[in-house]
Every structure is written in C-alpha cells, then in structure tokens.
C-alpha cells in the first residue's frame, strides 16, 4: 500500500468513526429533546426511597399515578460533579444539592451517609412534579427535563476531536 493510500484509509477510517459519533450525539440530543417536549401532563410523584449506584452518586425514587395506574422512576440530572476531600486533619461537612442548570453537586469526606445527605434534599413522602407524555405515561422526566446531557455533549467532542485529529495525520502523512 502506498502512503497515500494510508492516508486516505486513515482518514476515511477515523475520520468517519469521528462522523458517526457526532451524528450519534446529536441524534442522542434530538431524542431526549422530543421526549421532553412530549411531557406535557403534570402530576404530583411522591418520593419513595433512594437509589445509590455507588461513588457517590444518588437519585430519588418517585412514584406517581397516571389514571390509576403507579408508575416508578427516578430523577435524572445533567451530570453529577462530586468533590471528595481527605486527610487527616481536615473535618468536611458533606452536602449535597442541585444548581440551576440541574447538575447534582456532592461533596464528601472521610466519612459520609449518602443515605442522610439524600434525606435531606428529598425527604421520603415529599412531593415532586413530575412531567409525563399522555399516550405514554411511564416515559416522563421529575422537576425539570434534561435537555442537554453530559453523553450526548461528549460523544460530539469525541467525534469531533476524531475528525479533527484525521485530517491532521492525513495531510501529515502526504508530506
């Protein structure tokens, strides 16, 4: 093979990869856009338990009826930033809270319930909205929709840099 058939393998190859996964991320965005907009029915969920899938991540459990039917689901949000300090002599209060934007914010220290920390930002029994598609109504969102989330923003800077990075190599490899 040829360098400059390398070349245009390199390009083609990662190149497209780079193409797929920008496509992917905007198709991804596109979804949960339309899936939120189709949320147009509100109903008051109640706050079950807690989910806790580890590192320091937690979410609400609600629950909600829809012409009396229960359905389950969970809060989402835009992403987690969880800040974790240790030492010996530092005493570290945790919390935890939402901003604005719906990111979950998460700091800990040596030694942390993330049980009571969930506690205290949802209490069990206490109320939330939660938004649901009338025609489908175990597809909703709880408080807010996200409408921009963390994968679908890194699948297009991931493709985005493969793109990037395939245009170089080929022009470097045709020098």
Same mark, same amino acid.
């Given at each position: 093979?040829?360098?400059?058939?390398?070349?245009?393998? *390199?390009?083609?190859?990662?190149?497209?990869?780079?193409?797929?996964?920008?496509?992917?991320?905007?198709?991804? !965005?596109?979804?949960? /856009?339309?899936?939120?907009?189709?949320?147009?029915?509100?109903?008051?969920?109640?706050?079950?338990?807690?989910?806790?899938?580890?590192?320091? =991540?937690?979410? #609400?459990?609600?629950?909600?009826?829809? !012409?009396?039917?229960?359905? &389950?689901? /969970? &809060?989402?949000?835009?992403?987690?930033?969880?800040? /974790?300090?240790?030492?010996?002599?530092?005493?570290? &209060?945790?919390?935890?809270? +939402?901003? *604005?934007?719906?990111?979950?914010?998460? &700091?800990?220290? #040596?030694?942390?319930?993330? $049980?009571?920390?969930?506690?205290?930002?949802?209490?069990?029994?206490? =109320?939330?909205?939660?938004?649901? !598609?009338?025609?489908? #109504?175990?597809?909703?969102?709880? +408080? $807010?929709?996200?409408?921009?989330?963390?994968?679908? *923003?890194?699948?297009?800077?991931?493709?985005?840099?493969?793109?990037?990075?395939?245009?170089?190599?080929?022009?470097?490899?045709?020098?």
């Amino acid at each position: 093979m040829s360098e400059i058939q390398i070349a245009w393998l *390199e390009l083609i190859t990662v190149g497209g990869l780079g193409i797929i996964l920008v496509l992917l991320g905007v198709i991804l !965005n596109i979804t949960v /856009k339309r899936q939120s907009q189709l949320c147009t029915e509100q109903t008051d969920g109640i706050v079950k338990g807690y989910g806790f899938p580890g590192d320091g =991540k937690m979410y #609400p459990i609600v629950e909600y009826f829809v !012409n009396g039917s229960c359905y &389950k689901t /969970k &809060k989402k949000f835009c992403g987690i930033k969880i800040t /974790k300090i240790f030492g010996l002599h530092i005493s570290v &209060k945790s919390e935890a809270y +939402e901003d *604005e934007k719906g990111w979950r914010h998460v &700091k800990t220290g #040596p030694i942390a319930n993330l $049980r009571e920390l969930a506690e205290q930002l949802w209490p069990i029994g206490s =109320k939330m909205a939660v938004y649901y !598609n009338p025609n489908h #109504p175990k597809k909703c969102y709880v +408080e $807010r929709p996200i409408l921009k989330s963390f994968a679908c *923003e890194m699948f297009i800077i991931m493709g985005m840099v493969m793109i990037l990075l395939s245009v170089l190599v080929f022009f470097l490899i045709r020098l």
